[in-house]
């Protein structure tokens, strides 16, 4: 191994790059257009959370609720109850982040298959600083009862993601991200929700992933594979409900774990693969995320860098991991 391998983006050179909610506003138009119980509201950030082409196309299906995030997934349980299927979106921050004991009680609780769309999660917010960088939104989500946790890894998915949540009967919380990010998928890559991606196959170790840092690991497999450790990469494009089979059979073969998420690993994708492995399947664990601090104002790369979120981090994760064994 030597540090000259050690680069943080060595696949973007070769992938186009688009914000992950970009996807999101194409999948919501489409389901839309196919589905005419596709209904929409938002929280006075239309634009910001890409759901400006519905709002145009959809005038009559589409509601703006102003400030007030509270109102807005209590409108999207009422929508719901009616037999509409209702897209609910502000930034993450404010949805879950201010409404979540509404989320519990008018839709979790009454099982009403309300999509809620968290926007600008992850400390690649940047300079909005910690305020707005929600990072507790895994966690809060996975523990309410009947909800269904996405997290896109490019824009591609993010559109798959978006057109399954209208046709699933159960409340979802979809997590999207600000800035440009790596498109990693195509038309042609599955998708299914409740189903992990075997990206990349490996026999040493398994990197499990979600969100933006699934072109992180990647990166890091590229790496590691150059340093002769063969790295399984496993996006968990659902963390909840989580496939365990995918994971078990991957830790089954390789013995060694790695997860990666930008967001806090207190009750995260971390904390979930954690819970499998200790009761199924106990390996070896690192778990890579935000541990037990808020965030801060800064650049994308800077808070990445600043927080261990790069593909560096995690190919230094895994060398070490492997050479304690």
């Known amino acids: 191994m030597s540090d000259q391998h050690l680069v943080d983006d060595i696949l973007s050179p070769k992938l186009e790059e688009e914000p992950i909610r970009k996807g ?28 400006d082409q519905f709002a145009k196309e959809f005038p009559d299906r589409f509601v703006e609720i102003g400030v007030a995030e509270q109102n807005l997934v209590t409108v999207g349980a009422g929508l719901a109850a009616m037999g509409k299927t209702p897209f609910v979106s502000s930034y993450a921050a404010f949805s879950p982040g201010r409404n979540w004991e509404q989320i519990r009680t008018t839709i979790c ?55 399954a949540m209208a046709t699933d009967p159960r409340p979802n919380y979809l997590r999207l991200a600000r800035e440009a990010t790596p498109i990693i998928t195509t038309e042609h890559t599955p998708f299914a929700i409740g189903k992990a991606s075997v990206f990349a196959q490996g ?53 060694h774990v790695i997860t990666v998420e930008e967001a806090q690993i207190t009750g995260g994708l971390g904390g979930a693969v954690a819970e499998l492995l200790s009761e199924q399947f106990p390996v070896p664990l690192h778990r890579i995320g935000v541990r037990d601090t808020f965030g801060e104002s800064g650049t994308p790369k800077e808070l990445l860098h600043k927080f261990g979120l790069t593909a560096k981090h995690i190919a230094m994760a895994a060398y070490t991991m492997l050479k304690e064994q």
């Open 203 to 255: 026999q040493d170790i398994t990197i499990v992933s979600t969100g933006t840092m699934t072109y992180h690991a990647l990166a890091a497999a590229e790496t590691l594979f150059r340093d002769g450790i063969d790295a399984e990469v496993i996006h968990m494009g659902t963390i909840k409900p989580l496939d365990a089979v995918t994971l078990l059979k991957s830790v089954h073969k390789t013995k």
């Open 24 to 51: 999101f506003g194409r999948g919501l138009l489409k389901a839309g257009q196919v589905h005419e119980q596709v209904v929409a509201a938002c929280a006075d950030l239309t634009t910001s959370t890409a759901m």
């Open 109 to 163: 609780l009454n099982d009403r298959a309300v999509k809620i769309v968290g926007s600008h999660a992850g400390v690649s917010v940047g300079p909005d600083g910690a305020t707005h960088q929600m990072l507790e939104d895994i966690a809060i989500m996975r523990a309410l009862p009947n909800m269904v946790v996405l997290a896109p890894c490019d824009s591609v998915e993010a559109e798959k993601m978006t057109l």
